[in-house]
């Protein structure tokens, strides 16, 4: 059975993230699970040690940084931890609807720099990158850092426009695909036009805190998107599966 990767979730929202990871380990599953703030992150490092199947990003969502809840202590934190971190999830930038004002872009883009600085402090990261209404903001930020040069970066649903997505090939990111993104005209034909080389699969669950994320369920997910971007490809899924478990455990440098 080939082994799924899960590239961007959230094991931090499942009631219990260890037994979480562990009855995925058992379905065959292995994943990057992202955080939403640098307090998460220190929460589950412990619980998720013995996890062999799950790798933990340090993260700091554009949604908190936005709304407040990740103010200059949790960005400090951030930032102390970062250099010492070899994932990175979820960061990025989210101009969408009550975000799209001046003040929260300043906000977000203020953050979202500084945490790509203090990641360049140890270059050789895995950036798993939100970038909502942002796609090009966020790619002018990830070149005029450097981070791009400096790191894997990963666009999670991504959502830009076709020069966005275009350009982020050039630099060399790649792209986490789930059902959600599939769901869409554009997903698709994004999932289309991605060298697989490039692919990965995600599911982004739980989507909420507290939601269990039962192992069948998750599996389900997984293979629902491997489904739907084998069509896409004209590929046969245990094909795809291979080629992108491969990718993942590149990125991830986690042999399992």
Partial sequence: MNTLFDMHCHLGFAPDPARTAR???AAGIAVLSCTVEPSEYERLRPLLADCGNAALGLGAHPWRVADGRIGEQELEAFCALAPGVP???EIGLDFARERSNDESRRLQVDAFERMLRAC???PGKLLSVHAVQAADTALDLLEQTGAVAEHRIIFHWFSGTSDDLARALRLGCFFSVGPCMLASRRGREYARQIPLERLVLETDLPARDGEPLPA?????ELNNALTGIAQLKGLAPDKLAEHLAATSETLLAMPL
């Fill in 23 to 25: 009855d995925g380990a």
């Fill in 87 to 89: 994932y990175i999830g």
């Fill in 120 to 122: 360049n402090e140890a």
């Fill in 216 to 220: 069948n369920v998750w599996h389900a």
